[in-house]
DNA sequence: GCTCTGCGCAGAGGA
């Protein structure tokens, strides 16, 4: 039996003297029940009194396979030889963390805070695993090299190498690796699995096996590795992976085997007689609760975000390849570092800038975690009004495809809603994502049909999101990058020291609007940075390609960069407009839009070739995100124009700026804000901060191209100080009536207006209003009745649940939700705002976002809702006024 | 109690 809760208090370790002799242990009390039991005792014996050492009164800790005793009429309970112990068991703490851990605190941090660089080491092994995977899948050996090499073209131009030289070296690791797997006791009565996905829910660990033989791990390393004896932290890796695969101490497979890949020409040389590169090793109990214990460390200093100083462990600095980094960190935020400090301390601000924002992200590392507790916390029942798994598919079949990869698809039996989208990171299994067989998948399709791809087949019955720590580990990377290698110069202005600087005349790039015009202007000859304030229908992309196109003539390099891939591919849009195309789209194939592939840098074929195609771009266009990327880290640009601003975390924004000597930032701040998962500093975005400290560095465009008075009049008014006026009066003057074919007069009363609203008498069920989804529908009809096409009606909802209902009404209507809607328009818009009653649930969360709804329009608006609920907030009690005034 | 996008997944290694 386990116990799990939150500590209540954790006692000092002390000696005792038992029957057999002295013993350490240490009394913990917990509350179980998720916290809402009466505290229980638990003894701690032996080596766990370490992990006692590190608890605090609140973390969570589970003991597993404890055994229950009485003394003086109390329970108690005490660890036995099965028993593991784990703090804060939802922190899943990764493989790879495990190993750094125990090189050295220090390097665990280090690699956190700004990821592996591009090294040609990393490059080669990357490429011998992926080869090693095609051997365990029985692929011909050269043809598996030759296109390994390949697909790894960029990484490998980038780096200086030929594509000849890389395959010699990966043919002479596998050779290393046939050798051993023609190896008679390793022959065809093994069973292999590779590149496995392994969770642990109990020990709190995660992480993906190179291959698995005989249920026991194997891990290859492409290294060097001269000693007789397998590497202590490749030891380690390997137990972690033999604690995922069996999730009981006692059960785990007790051996696992290291393939040094390059030790046979080694081994020969010296004559040493052990021949083999594969080194088999016996994983005992104790080890297994060593590691358990190590992992144990790395989640208690999480939990408190202590900042590890190496004293933690037996490190040696003398050999560390990380030494100067860990020295100039430690030096930069003075911290406590076993090889000690390098440097001056940054200024106190920008170490409480840098503190403030990694425990912000760090707190969203958290929530991300908690994503994946939920793939297991839930029985497929419950799961079913989840959003986060597709469940009972009924499979359809599979089938082989290129690299030994598999195509599943299913039926759906449901039309329930969810959040997975094609191009996702999915778990596919056979029924439970943890418990029964699953896969990481690639989704492929998602109509009445669901197809994935996998590396190994299975019946598809249910599919799960899979959470991804990347971007939390970017924004950290990006944050690292902005304040302990950023440029002293920016770091001025950034932390108000200096304001920013402008030079050169004024130019003329746009002869009809002059707040564009003076935009440009800003971005050419801004020598910090440029903001460009661009509320609705302002032409702000426009502006933007107009800046890049004037940035490149004067002979800058520049990237061009967005929060999501559609701004991106809508920006080099506009850059094709304006006759520009010399642009080279960074992207996966599934975020880079159809018509835009053409620009989409391919990343395999001949390397000085591809890598000379990213080199000599003059214009790169990629996510933030992507900026983040180990390709695009090795590049610098003069100028960095970053569309969606608004829409950025502070350190999200710097994934670009820190790639630039300038930046100009293109947002409305009005609009929607970031996308957190947390509350804290990253909800406001770096633009609206530079704008409130700055305004003199920003421009607003002020006309706007989209929406009549009428339509634009509360938006205006609420968001903008009444400054955002249409461009010119036939904007101003837009009405239904004009569009071909539409006869207004045929629209019911209550829709005469080209602002109306409409109380249907809804009741809101959950996040639905069936009621207020007829009458949206009928409200559709209308206007279809009046000579409206379907194309140009749009209808937004808050929730998925009432954006299905309503779809299923209107199937040939745009529906969805504001977030989807950013960024484009429609001649008519219908807004359900779903709630009833009071209005204690926000219903479009941010007013923002309504700002966003409202301001899709072009000619007319109508407004659903419950006008009692509505009235309710004085915001919408206004918007409601707005409705009802005509004139306005 | 809601909404949402991104990330070549995670890990590849150097005395």
């Given at each position: 039996m ?6 209540v208090e954790?006692r ?10 002295t ?8 509350r ?17 009194t ?7 009164a ?9 055994e229950k ?6 329970t108690?309970y005490?660890?036995t ?21 125990v090189?050295?605190?220090r ?42 090499v390949?697909e790894?073209?960029?990484?490998i131009g ?20 046939q050798g051993?797997?023609q190896?008679?006791a ?7 699995r ?10 709190g ?7 698995v033989?005989?249920?026991t791990?194997v891990?290859l390393?492409?290294?060097?590795n ?7 932290q ?17 059960e785990?497979p007790?051996t ?6 390059k030790n ?12 083999s ?8 109990p ?18 408190d ?7 933690e ?20 935020l003075?911290?406590e570092s ?19 924002f ?6 969203e590392r ?8 939920k793939l297991?916390?839930?029985s ?13 598919l009924?499979?359809l ?16 039996t449901?039309?329930a ?6 191009g ?10 943890t418990?029964?067989t ?8 998602l ?7 996998a590396?190994?087949p299975?019946?598809?019955r ?15 990377s ?11 110069d920016r ?19 746009i ?13 050419v000859?801004a ?5 460009v304030h661009?509320p ?6 426009y502006?933007l390609?107009?800046?890049v196109?004037a940035l490149?003539e004067d002979?800058e ?11 991106v ?11 520009f ?31 000379g195609?990213l ?6 266009a ?5 900026c983040?990327?180990?390709?695009l880290?090795?590049?610098?640009f ?8 608004g ?8 994934l ?5 000597d ?6 409305d701040?009005e609009?929607?804000?970031p ?6 500093d ?8 530079l704008?409130e400290?700055y305004?003199d560095?920003g ?9 009549s008075?009428?339509?634009q ?21 837009r ?7 539409v ?7 209550e829709l005469r ?7 249907p ?5 959950g ?8 009458r ?34 209107l199937p040939?209507?745009?529906v ?17 705002f779903?709630?009833?009653g ?7 969360e ?6 966003v709804a409202?301001?899709r329009?072009k000619r ?11 009235r309710?907030?004085p915001f ?13």
């Amino acid at each position: 039996m386990n116990v799990r809760g939150p500590v209540v208090e954790a006692r000092d370790a002390r000696t005792v003297e038992t029957s057999r002799g002295t013993s350490e242990l240490a009394e913990v009390l917990v509350r179980p029940e998720r916290g809402a039991g009466d505290p229980v005792q638990v003894t701690l014996w032996g080596k766990w009194t370490e992990t006692a050492d590190l608890l605090e009164a609140g973390m969570e800790l589970l003991v597993t396979d404890v055994e229950k005793g009485e003394f003086r009429g109390e329970t108690q309970y005490a660890t036995t030889g099965e028993s593991a112990v784990v703090v804060e068991p939802d922190f899943l703490v990764d493989v790879t963390d495990i190993r750094g851990w125990v090189q050295c605190p220090r390097i665990y941090y280090l690699n956190k805070l700004s990821g592996v660089p591009l090294k040609y080491p990393v490059v080669k092994g990357t490429v011998v695993h992926e080869v090693f995977d095609d051997l365990l899948r029985g692929r011909d050996l050269a043809q598996s090299i030759d296109e390994r090499v390949a697909e790894a073209a960029l990484d490998i131009g980038l780096l200086g190498e030929t594509a000849d030289a890389v395959a010699e070296d990966v043919r002479q690791n596998a050779a290393a690796i046939q050798g051993w797997l023609q190896q008679g006791a390793l022959g065809e009565t093994d069973s292999w699995r590779s590149e496995q996905t392994l969770l642990s829910e109990r020990f709190g660990i995660k992480g993906r096996a190179d291959a698995v033989r005989r249920g026991t791990p194997v891990e290859l390393k492409t290294g060097k590795n001269t000693s007789r004896d397998p590497r202590f932290q490749d030891k380690v890796q390997a137990a972690c992976y033999a604690l995922l695969l069996a999730d009981d101490v006692a059960e785990a497979p007790d051996t696992g085997t290291l393939l040094y890949t390059k030790n046979t020409a080694l081994d020969r040389s010296e004559a040493s007689g052990d021949l083999s590169p594969a080194k088999d090793f016996s994983i005992g109990p104790g080890f297994l609760q060593f590691v358990l214990r190590q992992r144990n460390e790395i989640a208690a200093a999480e939990y408190d975000l202590t900042v590890p100083t190496g004293y933690e462990a037996d490190a040696k600095c003398e050999y560390c390849f990380e030494q100067d980094t860990c020295m100039v960190v430690a030096g930069r935020l003075d911290q406590e570092s076993k090889a000690g400090q390098i440097g001056e301390p940054l200024p106190d601000e920008e170490r409480a800038y840098f503190e403030r924002f990694y425990r912000a992200i760090e707190a969203e590392r958290r929530e991300v975690h908690a994503e994946y507790r939920k793939l297991w916390e839930q029985s497929a029942a419950e799961r079913a009004d989840d959003d986060r798994a597709l469940i009972d598919l009924e499979p359809l079949g599979r089938e082989g495809v290129s690299g030994g990869r598999w195509r599943l698809s299913a039926r759906r039996t449901s039309d329930a809603v969810s959040k997975i989208r094609e191009g996702d990171r999915v778990l596919a299994s056979d029924g439970h994502p943890t418990r029964g067989t699953a896969e990481l998948a690639t989704v492929e399709s998602l109509g009445e049909e669901v197809v994935v791809v996998a590396d190994e087949p299975l019946d598809l019955r249910r599919v799960d999101v899979y959470p991804s720590e990347i971007g939390v580990d970017r924004r950290l990377s990006g944050l690292h990058d902005a304040v302990l290698r950023g440029d002293p110069d920016r770091k001025d202005v950034l932390f108000g020291r200096r304001d920013p600087a402008f030079d050169g005349d004024e130019r003329t790039y746009i002869d009809n609007n002059a707040a564009q015009n003076e935009a440009v202007n800003r971005a050419v000859t801004a020598e910090d940075f440029a903001l460009v304030h661009g509320p609705p229908g302002t032409g702000k992309t426009y502006t933007l390609a107009r800046t890049v196109r004037a940035l490149v003539e004067d002979g800058e390099r520049v990237l061009l960069s967005a929060f999501t891939n559609r701004a991106v591919d809508n920006a080099i849009e506009a850059l094709e407009e304006q006759g520009f195309t010399d642009v080279v789209r960074w992207g996966s194939e599934s975020g880079v839009r159809e018509d835009m592939q053409e620009y989409r840098l391919e990343r395999s074929g001949d390397p000085e070739e591809r890598a000379g195609a990213l080199r000599e771009a003059r214009v790169i266009a990629a996510t933030t995100a992507a900026c983040g990327s180990r390709a695009l880290k090795a590049q610098s640009f003069d100028v960095a124009v970053v569309d969606e601003a608004g829409q950025l975390t502070e350190p999200g924004t710097f994934l670009a700026a820190n790639l630039a000597d300038r930046f100009v930032l293109v947002g409305d701040h009005e609009q929607l804000p970031p996308v957190v998962r947390a509350e804290n500093d990253l909800q406001e975005s770096l633009f609206e901060r530079l704008i409130e400290t700055y305004p003199d560095a920003g421009v607003m465009l002020d006309r706007q191209y989209r929406m009549s008075q009428r339509v634009q009049y509360f938006s205006s008014r609420e968001f903008y100080d009444g400054a955002l006026r249409p461009a010119s009066g036939e904007v101003a003057a837009r009405r239904l009536a004009d569009l071909p074919g539409v006869d207004a007069d045929v629209l019911p009363p209550e829709l005469r207006d080209p602002v109306s609203f409409v109380d249907p008498d809804g009741t809101a069920t959950g996040n639905s209003n069936p009621a207020e989804a007829d009458r949206v529908a009928e409200i559709v009809a209308a206007y279809r009745e009046a000579g409206v096409d379907a194309d140009d009606i749009g209808v937004i909802a808050p929730f998925r649940a009432q954006v299905a209902e309503i779809s299923r009404r209107l199937p040939d209507v745009a529906v969805d939700t504001v977030d989807r809607f950013q960024g484009s328009a429609k001649e008519v818009i219908v807004v359900s705002f779903v709630a009833t009653g009071d209005l204690d649930s926000p219903i479009f969360e941010d007013h923002r976002r309504v700002n966003v709804a409202l301001t899709r329009a072009k000619r007319a608006l109508a407004l659903v809702g419950d006008e009692g609920a509505l009235r309710s907030v004085p915001f919408y009690e206004r918007m409601l006024e707005w409705a009802a005034r005509p004139e306005r």
